[in-house]
């Protein structure tokens, strides 16, 4: 599944298996999550998010459950398996390529 | 089918969880705008704003947990359906066509299977053979005792043999509620040998089958339930059988057959008298069975098996040693025998008729295809890949072969009532429908083979964009499938037709065979007496009914015999103790068993079997005391006295003393109808009751009257005499003329299926080729409307018509007679004087398709004559 071709599109998986990777969370948690410590730049819509997280769900980059939260609503949670550890890190590894590439490439005109 | 529930089940799992998933979700961002201060309505609003299109959402999050190509699958089976349910008509026609197709085929496979694929239900089938010796009198393999005791472990190629009586013998269950029962006799190794474990209680022990040793029985499943209610405790019941004390020590399985495939009540030790059978007279004989070891064919037994004949052999009559020789045959040639070859032609033959049901399918799938290439057009250009349209086609003609092939399997069961109704188990070999998971199999393979043949072709053709050119609405390519289709439809329906016919006309031809017996005005009785009949009481019984059936007004004669001619189960001697006085015996081989009958005085007068020579028996015989009478049937008086006159001719049995020819006989017909005549001889039952009360079949009593009286009254008049005398006797009552009906049955059985499968076949190339010329009329109609325009007479139009048709016809009929001539050589082991390429036959076939194709251009052509000129140039 992993194309070298995918990665520029692969930012929001990067995204939230990075913020899974700190702890399990919720879509709205992540969402919550990505906006506060991008201070706002970047928000991620529901439309792309919980899609992404099934697809990396059926990839079994990450594990759903539903659990209990404190106010007592029932939320499913993800959590980030073996796999998706490797994937953060090569994703990461990527992405500085990536962005390095990218930014030479808008410098270069 | 296990998978799809899955999905269809997951489906609705995963998509509760996802909007459930987004509830949470909503909930929590509503909470987090009732902490910003809103209200809780406008806090719910917020969040739903904020949010996308949950809808969307679901869906493209959905589609990563489902198989998406069975999601598909599901998808195209409900598109499938709707096509179906919107055009009934055509879907019907379809369904009407593949159940007819399927079901005949699933029939005849049912009545095939167990002749030609299915394995014997023995533990290592395929090593269990037959093996013995064979001979003129029984071609079926068998060996004596001495021989079976002898060579039992001095065969290599053998593991483990056994044994068994041969022939169903009856006897009598003698308790209250008495009852006539068929019993087999078999070693005691008999059931482990064939890995049969009996379903309660025990096998017989060795001790068991000693000779004198105390009677125990095993009872069939069947009789175990009907007898005694499937009771267990059954076990260690004495009940009496033939008089004496038999001890239940089991019950088989329901599934156990004998491999003689025929039906019984109880099965017996043997009990062979080993110390008896080095006496050649005392010996028995008996069906022996082996089982290879790995590795053995049975050529190589063969091998192993003749130098121990030979041996044996070597005190015998020169006579005999000609024409025994070793046989060897897996259990699965022995049971089926000469039914292999006609099996094979049936099944084909049916299959043909599946295939031939197929193509018109197709042709009305590719009709269809014609009408809606607007439709299909249209969802091309709208995405629908090609090979989506194509999954379409398909998965519908799998859906239509899914559900034509539910009702050929109940159709098929319709059709086995009727296939066992006109045909007895000699030619089925088959006394029930079981509709094993084997037909099962059989039919889902088929109904998914078929959708498949008549699916491709419409599925290949994919609309183009020319389609939306009108006028060029069918291209030449694709009319002309439907051309092909329909020419090979009539060839095939041409072949099955000869098929027919050939049957038919060996069906006719065996029928105005001469029996040499009159059957009409004819009623005959064949029974069994009980044990309990000596030669004294068997005598008396026969003299009583005699009595009785002479003193009715209106019988001329009454006849008694141990069988009924033609046929029946006769006792029979080899030629070459049949001796001449004063002349060199036979020594040219065995020279062919030859039959005889014992026969009351009146058997010649009541069968009006004519005596060109000397006369029957009478008083006379009886007064003169020295030597008894016999009477020679026709071929064998020239057999033994060619040229002579044989009247006045003395004659010795080997073992029963002379005899003096009175009389010369008609031959009998008595190898059924398609074989030779045998030669035969009668004796007096009253002159020589010592002999004629002698062996297997002495307690067998036929009685044959002959009167003008109606025959249902006879029948049961006869059957309330016989029973009047002897109440709980099984009797079988039938007008000679019935019998030889069945003389006739497994030609008449193959002429009536062939018959089938031609009207099927013809109906549907008919069916086919009207379609076609419709549909070619429909096409032509603004040709049509120019030509009339032009001063074309409606005559002319019609002929013209016609003339496409019969183009067709032609085309099909001169496929077809080619073919046929090729293939009808296989027929040849099912006729009877009847070439195979008979031309005569083929003429009249060619004739009436011909006039079949005209019937189906009529309506056609009609409506192309009716042509008014000026709508049909107008139209477009």
């Known amino acids: ?109 | 089918m296990k998978r799809v529930w899955r999905t269809l089940f997951r489906r609705s799992r995963v998509n509760a969880e996802i909007a459930e998933e987004i509830q949470s979700h909503l909930a929590m961002r509503a909470h987090l705008g009732r902490q910003a201060g809103l209200s809780a309505s406008e806090a719910q609003a917020w969040a739903r704003r904020q949010f996308g299109n949950p809808a969307l959402i679901l869906e493209d999050a959905r589609q990563f947990h489902l198989v998406p190509f069975l999601e598909g699958a599901l998808q195209d089976l409900r598109h499938a359906a709707r096509q179906l349910i919107r055009n009934p008509a055509f879907s019907i026609t379809v369904l009407f066509i593949l159940a007819l197709g399927i079901g005949a085929s699933t029939a005849v496979f049912t009545v095939v299977d167990g002749v030609l694929f299915r394995p014997a239900p023995y533990a290592d089938a395929d090593r269990i053979v037959a093996y013995g010796i064979t001979a003129p009198i029984e071609t079926r393999e068998f060996l004596f005792g001495f021989d079976y005791l002898y060579w039992r472990g001095k065969i290599p190629a053998f593991e483990a043999v056994t044994s068994m009586l041969p022939g169903d013998q009856d006897c009598d269950l003698t308790e209250t509620n008495p009852a006539r029962l068929t019993c087999a006799y078999v070693e005691s190794s008999y059931l482990p040998f064939f890995g049969v474990r009996p379903v309660i209680g025990r096998n017989f022990a060795r001790d068991e089958d000693r000779s004198q040793a105390p009677r125990v029985a095993l009872l069939s499943y069947n009789f175990w339930r009907t007898r005694y209610g499937g009771k267990a405790r059954v076990i260690g019941l004495l009940i009496s059988l033939d008089d004496t004390p038999v001890r239940i020590v089991g019950v088989l399985p329901k599934e156990f057959e004998m491999p003689t495939l025929r039906p019984f009540d109880i099965l017996f030790p043997q009990q062979l008298n080993e110390a008896a059978q080095v006496f050649p007279n005392n010996g028995t004989t008996l069906r022996t069975f082996a089982r290879l070891r790995p590795g053995w064919t049975p050529a190589q037994a063969v091998a192993a098996l003749d130098p121990l004949l030979q041996r044996d052999l070597a005190g015998a009559p020169m006579a005999y040693r000609k024409e025994i020789h070793i046989g060897v045959r897996t259990i699965r040639d022995w049971q089926s025998g000469d039914r292999r070859p006609a099996s094979w032609v049936l099944l084909l033959a049916v299959l043909a008729v599946l295939l031939l049901a197929c193509m018109n399918v197709a042709s009305l799938l590719l009709a269809r295809a014609t009408s809606r290439q607007g439709e299909l057009a249209m969802r091309q250009a709208l995405g629908a890949s090609r090979s989506r349209l194509a999954r379409h086609a398909i998965t519908e003609s799998l859906l239509l072969g899914i559900m034509g092939g539910t009702l050929g399997c109940a159709l098929s069961l319709f059709l086995l009532k009727i296939l066992l109704s006109t045909a007895p188990n000699t030619i089925l070999g088959l006394t029930e429908i079981h509709f094993s998971m084997r037909t099962f199999i059989f039919a889902a393979l088929l109904s998914l083979t078929s959708g498949l043949v008549f699916g491709v072709l419409p599925a290949l053709r994919q609309p183009t964009v020319e389609i939306f050119n009108r006028w060029r609405a069918t291209s030449r390519s694709k009319a002309s499938i439907r051309d092909a289709l329909v020419i090979l439809q009539i060839g095939g329906s041409l072949i099955m037709l000869t098929a027919a016919g050939l049957m038919l006309r060996t069906l006719w031809k065996l029928e105005s065979v001469p029996l040499g017996v009159d059957a009409e005005h004819l009623v005959t009785a064949q029974f069994t007496l009980g044990s309990a009949y000596n030669a004294t009481r068997l005598i008396a019984f026969s003299q009583t009914l005699e009595q009785r059936l002479r003193s009715q007004p209106g019988v001329s004669s009454v006849a008694f015999g141990d069988t009924i001619p033609p046929g029946g189960p006769t006792r029979s001697i080899p030629f070459f103790a049949l001796r001449v006085p004063g002349r060199a015996p036979f020594e040219q081989g065995v020279g062919g068993m030859v039959p005889w009958r014992a026969v009351s005085s009146d058997y010649f007068r009541t069968f009006h079997l004519r005596l060109p020579q000397g006369r029957a028996f009478d008083a006379s015989d009886l007064s003169t005391h020295s030597t008894p009478a016999m009477i020679l049937s026709q071929s064998l008086a020239g057999k033994l006295f060619p040229g002579e006159h044989s009247v006045g001719q003395r004659v010795t049995l080997s073992d029963s003393g002379t005899f003096n020819v009175v009389g010369v006989a008609a031959d009998v017909r008595n190898n059924g109808l398609v074989g030779a005549a045998y030669p035969e001889f009668y004796l007096d039952r009253d002159q020589s009751p010592e002999i004629s009360l002698r062996g297997i079949t002495s307690r067998h009593v036929a009685v044959a009257i002959r009167s003008d009286l109606r025959t249902q009254f006879l029948e049961s008049w006869l059957r309330d005499e016989i029973h009047a005398l002897e109440p709980s006797v099984p009797v079988d009552v039938m007008s000679m003329q019935d019998r030889i009906r069945d003389f006739a049955l497994p030609q008449r059985f193959h002429a009536i299926l062939f018959s089938l499968f031609a009207a099927i076949t013809l109906l549907l190339a008919v069916s086919g080729l009207y379609g076609l010329v419709r549909f070619l009329v429909a096409r032509r109609t603004q040709e049509i409307g120019v030509r009339m325009a032009l001063g074309a007479s409606p005559a002319g139009i019609a002929a013209l018509v016609v003339r496409s048709a019969l183009r067709f016809t032609l085309a099909g009929a001169a496929l077809g007679i080619a073919s046929a001539l090729v293939v009808s050589r296989w027929l040849e082991s099912m006729l009877y004087q009847t070439p195979s390429r008979d031309p005569l036959t083929i003429a009249i076939t060619a004739a009436i398709l011909v006039c079949c194709g005209i019937a189906a251009a009529l309506a056609p052509s009609l409506a192309a004559a009716r042509t008014d000129p000026m709508t049909a140039l107008r139209s477009d």
């Open chain 1, 1 to 109: 599944m992993a194309r070298s071709s995918d990665t520029l599109l692969g930012a929001l998986d990067l995204l939230i298996l990075k913020t899974l990777a700190r702890a399990p969370n919720h879509g709205f948690g992540i969402a919550q999550h990505i906006q506060t410590v991008s201070e706002g730049l970047l928000r991620v819509e529901e439309g792309s998010l919980y899609p992404a997280l099934h697809r990396l769900e059926r990839d079994k980059f990450v594990k759903a459950s539903w659990i209990q939260t404190e106010n007592g609503r029932r939320a499913r949670i993800y959590k980030l398996t073996g796999s998706g550890r490797q994937r953060l890190e090569e994703a990461e590894s990527n992405w500085d390529s990536v962005s390095k590439g990218v930014t030479r490439v808008l410098r270069f005109v």
